[in-house]
């Protein structure tokens, strides 16, 4: 479909600014709102209902590289366990979704209405029309950057979402607790994902949720869980305090993602920004020990350097991309963390039978 005949169609042009001063030009679907937050890309070819609502994306001008997007619609709203059973949580995160080809008629048997009505409903704005071909492979050589999206003349300045607290944003206020099975998981709320939720329920677990600044040190529980969230995770000083604290018992631990920088940190580590940060659903990882490799699915901007660790903690698995860390574990202690995530919704499953290893962990500690 050319330009011409969309904006015959009444799509309003709009402009997609990145602080370095370069524009990608397209057409407006979702709300039509001007606003700025950093701008990252995910390789996925499937999944954007769950990527949007990813918690992780929080303040992130969103890119998707494969070229067809809406094809399938967005998936209706009912519940499981008191969660969305086909989103991560119940809000969409980004500030603004850029595509390629926005797909007008969609069809799907899950599909309750358009991508671009619930762009609309949430107040988010949506581009197509952009060269995203062109746009990721000016963020590879360049790096994640601050953008903008533009209506008309307007303007507005740069916005940095790193440095505000997002995981405050994201995480619940209050306790909430999930199933009634046998084994008790402390889950620090950091922006976690539902289907880290659901993949620990079918496991025989009572889950309570709690806030990411929540202390925790006196619950009772048979093994603690750091969930993946938004942004630099130095913000969380008071997770890190906590979970420092926590490291001085022997209850099971388990950190996915933003939980794997926290390990790390409270463990006495260091971490870094990445240039423009692992989004995909193919980043090939060595589990250290094997000979062993497993396709993940990642969302993150901040990696741990594990070289900062002290000498009673490892490397658990190392991304074969480029060598960066991707979960660690303590030598003696039932301790341990991935960067990628195992629950992988959208994307691979390959990974979780790290939530078996860590009920494994919770029963061995209990005899």
């Not at 107040?123 to 029309?129: F, H, L, M, R, V």
């Not at 590879?140 to 507005?156: P, S």
Request: net charge negative; glycine share 8%.
């Amino acid at each position: 479909m050319s330009k011409e005949s969309v904006n015959h169609q009444g799509s309003r042009p709009v402009r997609l600014v990145l602080e370095d001063g370069a524009e990608f030009h397209g057409w407006s679907f979702g709300y039509e709102e001007s606003v700025a937050g950093e701008v990252v890309f995910n390789t996925a070819m499937a999944g954007y209902p769950e990527s949007i609502t990813d918690a992780s994306y929080r303040g992130q001008i969103l890119v998707l590289t494969y070229p067809l997007i809406g094809n399938y619609g967005v998936p209706g709203k009912q519940r499981e366990h008191g969660l969305l059973k086909f989103f991560e949580s119940d809000d969409i995160h980004i500030s603004a979704l850029v595509i390629s080809d926005y797909s007008f008629n969609y069809s799907h048997w899950n599909a309750d209405q358009s991508l671009a009505d619930w762009l609309k409903d949430s107040k988010i704005p949506g581009i197509y029309g952009i060269d995203t071909r062109a746009l990721t492979k000016h963020l590879r050589e360049e790096g994640a950057m601050l953008g903008k999206i533009l209506f008309d003349d307007e303007n507005l300045p740069f916005y940095d979402p790193n440095k505000e607290n997002l995981v405050a944003q994201v995480s619940v206020k209050e306790k909430v607790e999930y199933g009634s099975g046998k084994y008790r998981i402390l889950l620090v709320d950091c922006g976690v994902k539902n289907n880290i939720i659901r993949c620990l329920l079918r496991r025989d677990t009572t889950i309570i949720r709690v806030p990411w600044d929540h202390d925790f040190t006196n619950e009772q529980y048979d093994g603690l869980f750091i969930s993946n969230g938004p942004g630099d995770p130095k913000a969380c000083s008071k997770t890190i305090n906590h979970l420092s604290q926590a490291l001085s018992q022997d209850t099971p631990i388990f950190g996915i993602c933003l939980g794997n920088q926290l390990l790390g940190l409270a463990a006495g580590g260091d971490t870094y920004k990445l240039k423009y940060g692992h989004r995909s659903h193919n980043q090939p990882v060595l589990q250290h020990g094997t000979n062993k490799a497993f396709i993940t699915s990642q969302n993150h901007g901040f990696a741990l350097n594990d070289k900062t660790l002290p000498e009673d903690w490892e490397p658990l698995f190392t991304n074969l991309n480029d060598n960066t860390n991707e979960g660690i574990k303590h030598k003696s202690k039932s301790f341990f963390s991935s960067q990628f995530h195992p629950e992988a919704s959208s994307g691979p499953t390959d990974t979780e039978f790290l939530f078996d290893d860590f009920i494994d962990l919770i029963k061995q500690e209990g005899n």
